[in-house]
């Protein structure tokens, strides 16, 4: 298993790079990686979800400051003056509204955020020195697949305004770069759970978490009752659903794989990231409770509308393509999930 990168000052690459939503959950452990990995950063985040001392976490496990700018992506003149005082060769674009339930109740936020944010990005950049953009896209965009693995050319029919957000925004990205000499890639995240081997940086989310995960160690960790299982009578193995759950270290360092493959690439390329295996919910919440050290208070309930019952990732692309795979496994993700959960069992909110 690679550890997470150590910060290495001698690997300096003189490349800047414009990350948004740098002090949210993907974006801070990308941050780390991409700084141990010699690039220099130019954090912009409005903290709609997240928090600022996440800047100091991320200060302190990479060995220097970041650089960063306060403020709405949708501010195009605002990003317009960070691009040209930083000049970036690279922007990675995570900062985006990713609530599905609140996608259906307040679409016209999420087309505003994740759609208006992106074409403002794309507008901010339009004359500068950008030769890679990479957007966090979302494997929500194959709904509920025909077959699997998916690959990058099954079908895409999302099903909710958050996964048509994604597609919406990653059809935007392609039309602009084609252009432009700039390339793209567009990342289709699978379901990234874990957290720093530190414990000092993760997923923090606000209220009741929609997630598996993060349900899962907010029980452990006293802050809620029991999980509800939604479902066991899907067909499969265990009648659980099944996903492709990968660590966000894993997740981050594909980033800097994608960066690394710059000079490979010069269209636009969709590419799964994934581990291309799947595993039960139960299977989680066992290894989740292995972890913990104590059994994880669970009950089956209904099934949730548009759970697709089971998606995971074909890797064959990433592989070729960013020589990047994911390894870590579902051990390693429950222990550092929860190293973070115990550490910092209220999240940021208590933080330093
Ligand atoms: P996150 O909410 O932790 O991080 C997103 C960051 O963007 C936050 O820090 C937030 O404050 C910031 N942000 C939101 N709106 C903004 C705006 N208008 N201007 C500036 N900053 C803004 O989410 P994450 O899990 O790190 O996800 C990052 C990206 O990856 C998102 O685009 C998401 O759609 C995508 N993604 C996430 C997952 C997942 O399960 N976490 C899966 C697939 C794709
Ligand atoms: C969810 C989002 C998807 C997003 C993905 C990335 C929905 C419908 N989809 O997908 O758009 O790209 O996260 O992380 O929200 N589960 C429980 N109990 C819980 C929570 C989840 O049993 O309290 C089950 C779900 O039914 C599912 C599995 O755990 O089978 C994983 O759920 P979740 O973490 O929400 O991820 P996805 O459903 O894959």
Redesign the pocket.
Known sequence: MSEPTEPNHNQATNATVLV??A?????SHTCIELMANGFDVIG???????EPVVLDRIAELAGRPIQFAE????DTEALRKVVSKHSPSAVIH?????AVGESVSHPQKYWS??VG?TLSLLDAISTSDVSMFVF?????VYGDPAAVPVTETTPVAPISPYGRT?LAAEQAIIDHLSTRDCGGLLLR?F??VGAHASGRIG?DPVGVPN?LMPFAMQVAVGRRDALSIFGDDYDTADGTCIRDYIHVVDLAQGHVAALKAETDIDSCEIVNLGTGRGSSVLEVVNAASEAVGKPIAHQIVARRDGDAAVIFADTTKAESLLSWSADRTMVDMCRDHWSWQSLNPDGYRTAD
């Open positions: 948004t939503g002090a949210g959950y993907i974006g912009v985040d409005n903290f709609d979800n997240s403020l709405d992506i949708r995570f900062a985006g509204l990713k955020v994740n944010g966090s896209s979302s494997c929500t994604k995240y379901n990234p997923e997630n």
